[in-house]
């Protein structure tokens, strides 16, 4: 989810200084709010059907595979609905994060260049575990990418998650999704955000 549509939500900001289309934008009477959520909502949307190709997909494949593999692929309606409230979160997280880097590039090629340290966020907490094995603990849920891991495996696996696991995981992460909207909000008030480098 966070590799969803990345360019949908770095080519608005970035293109923009670059063909000096942004300050006729900010200089409309729209809030600052709407402009970011116009530009982070198609990301959104093409990030959450992504998701829903990846499910189907993992369905699908489930009736080819055999043995364990299969077992762990054959998720029933209640395991994708899980996996989607999952990732949701994150794909809320990584598309404001990007706007907010994407803010302060002065070009596409300097947006483009967060990618490669983005793409390996994600899977640090997962080498992390590999290396240093632990026993699950309430507040791992609370860390991003960290939390994420540790209930698709939950999912996977089939194991029951509780309610106090769901509410510390969905508070942490769509907390720090809203903390990463308003900072990129926070950015386009910025009136040197219209000046091109």
Avoid: D
Avoid at 12 to 41: D, F, N, Y
Avoid at 106 to 126: I, R, Y
Avoid at 178 to 190: G, I, K, P, S, T
């Amino acid at each position: 989810s966070f590799r969803a549509a990345p360019y949908l939500v770095m080519e608005p900001p970035a293109g923009e200084r670059e063909l000096q289309s942004l300050e006729p934008l900010l200089a409309t009477p729209g809030s600052r709010s709407a402009i970011v959520g116009g530009k982070i909502g198609p990301a959104c949307v093409v990030g959450f059907v992504s998701l829903l190709l990846t499910l189907v997909a993992f369905k699908v494949s489930a009736q080819f595979a055999s043995g364990n593999v299969s077992r762990q692929l054959n998720m029933n309606i209640l395991s994708m609905v899980q996996m989607l409230l999952v990732m949701l979160p994150m794909l809320l997280i990584g598309t404001s994060l990007l706007t907010f880097l994407a803010a302060a590039a002065k070009s596409m090629k300097e947006a483009q260049s967060h990618m490669t340290w983005l793409m390996l966020l994600p899977m640090l907490p997962g080498y992390a575990l590999i290396a240093y094995p632990v026993k699950s603990q309430p507040w791992q849920y609370a860390v991003p990418f960290l939390s994420q891991n540790q209930m698709l495996l939950k999912v996977i696996r089939h194991e029951t998650i509780t309610p106090s696991v769901w509410a510390i995981y969905l508070g942490a992460s769509l907390g720090l999704a809203a903390v990463l909207w308003f900072a990129a909000v926070r950015r386009y008030h910025n009136e040197r955000l219209a000046i091109s480098g």
